[in-house]
């Protein structure tokens, strides 16, 4: 015996222990889940097996019918599920079964609450998979044998579900893997194949290979003793024959019609492909024509998965050529904004043998990838006019990665920002759930610009005191406070013939009508502020590259303004935060400091004498101006210093 043949004990990797403990307590109400995943991982190492043995059929051993088995043991207590697929090595065993390889795993426990209904949606979402075997499970038994191993080199997993398991190599006749459920004894509900069928025709039925059983024919009574022959022994029932019969409907869900599938089909399937616990938001099915002829079934998920931002993160959308599964990690056939779409696409027209470089170039993949996206859009615009509080669910959780859309995808730019939904001050509230075109609808007579405001935080864009002079004029303004938003904003210059302007650049000119009086008021205050602007210009020196009378403030004393053409300050101090920007304010380019003359302070800073108070009011007004900003100052201390001589001399 090899030192490996030894049956040695593991211990579980300590996120494993952690998920069984979760998924055991919050999944208990859902327990006929498990044989939905085991199953569905079955399905899985089919599919596997069926693509690699297109260019080594040896792998198939004589056995190419590939199907999945479930059989139950009533004495014993035990529900088999074996499949002829790929199977494992001991080392894939080891990596996979006791191993959480999943990127953002860590994250993910560091999610959880300890709110049971809150964890177990989390759980959801993370995919329970194998393990889900222990919730009805005390000992789990799993025996594999790789796909052209020899038959003495198959493997044996074993564990009670609670700190360790056991590794041995046996033998194994059959290539692929079965696993023995030992299930708890108050589970012995499963142990009926009426319910086992009725699980698998309520989770399993899409799946696209046969799901056999052993049918017990009814005892058959031939020999009944004639009636009035007396002392008649009763006769054994004739040994029931087994015949083998398949459970499912085994036939590829996607290319069956619409009408014929169910919606509870359509969200098994995702659950199955999408590596979801919960049903999907909606979906599109739909069949293309022509040379290239594809079908595709993508899904929207209800909520984010919690690998959502990890740019590694697998794609979701599954490639078939004619049925047979190729690859799902296909990055050519879905976008990066449209990372969170799950789903297949089954290409009628490519060769089967194809490989990874082809993929890659292949024209016939970039028009399924052109098509695909369209119809993605689609689906989302109906669920947006259709079913408009799904819509709102969709935007909570996938809103972010949308926007990205717009930078991405110039094609479809128009489309996707028209899916894009804001907040504006047209409620203040936090709900994204304004539309350009809402928007553009609602714009004031003579108003020509869609204006916005950006900042690093909701509350600090909906409060800043550039947006005073708007909603003096109830003038609607988009409040940004996405981190995407700037780049949004830098890519989506207009919207419907309207320029997207930010409220903090440049000039303002609303556009909307300024009386006579208003203009000659304006006019009277420019001249007496004159010398004021010049004295605070010298003051703040090179901080400034120009300081003037505001349009824009109504009740903050001052504010900072982007040069028209310059990075907005948000947009630095984001630059600057991931170390792309060095140096001071926007790249040599000085804000323009903004005062409001009909302010008491900036009436105090014009009639006072003493040029050391006026500096240092001055230098005030403009920290404070970059503290409104949700900006740093350069330096605290200065400011904090000239604060307090102000305010002692309040005390004197
Ligand atoms: N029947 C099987 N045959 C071959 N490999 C399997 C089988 N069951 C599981 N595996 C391997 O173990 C891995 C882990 O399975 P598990 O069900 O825990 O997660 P998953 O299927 O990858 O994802 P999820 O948990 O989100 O469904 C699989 O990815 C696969 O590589």
Redesign the pocket.
Known sequence: MTVEAKKETLGFQTEVKHLLHLMIHSLYSNKEIFLR??V???S??AD?LRFLALSNDGLYEGDSELKIRLAFDKDQGTITIS?N????TRE?VQE??GTIAKSGTKQFFDALTGDQAKDSELIGQ??????SAFIVADKVTLT?RKAGAPTDQATRWESAGEGDYTLETVEKAGR??E?VLHLKEAESEFLDGYRIRSIIRKFSDHISLPIVMDKEAAPSYDDEPEEGEENAEAKEPAAPEIVEETINSASALWTKSRQEISDNDYNEFYKHVG?DYQDPLTHVHSKVEGTNEYTLLLYVPARAPFDLWDRDAKHGVKLYIRKVFITDDAEQLMPRYLRFIKGIIDANSLPLNVSREILQQSKQISTIKAGAVKKVLGMLEALAKNEPEKYAQFWKDFGPVMKEGVIEDHGNKERVAKLLRFSSTLTDSTTQDVTLEDYVSRMKEGQDKIYYVTADSFAAAKNSPHLEIFRKKGIEVLLLSDRIDEWLVTNLSDFADKHLQSVAKGDLDLGVEESEEEKKAQEEVSHDFESVLKQIKEVLGDKVSDVRLSHRLTESPACLVADVYGMSLNMERIMKDAGQLMGGMGMGRKPIFEINPSHALIARLKSEQDDARFADLAHILFDQAILSEGGQLEDPTAFVHKLNGLLQGLLN
């Open positions: 995943e085991l569905s991982n079955a899985d190492a596997k499949d697929g790929i199977g494992m894939e996979h079964i993370f995919g329970v998979g194998f393990y594999t692929g893997t696993i590596h």
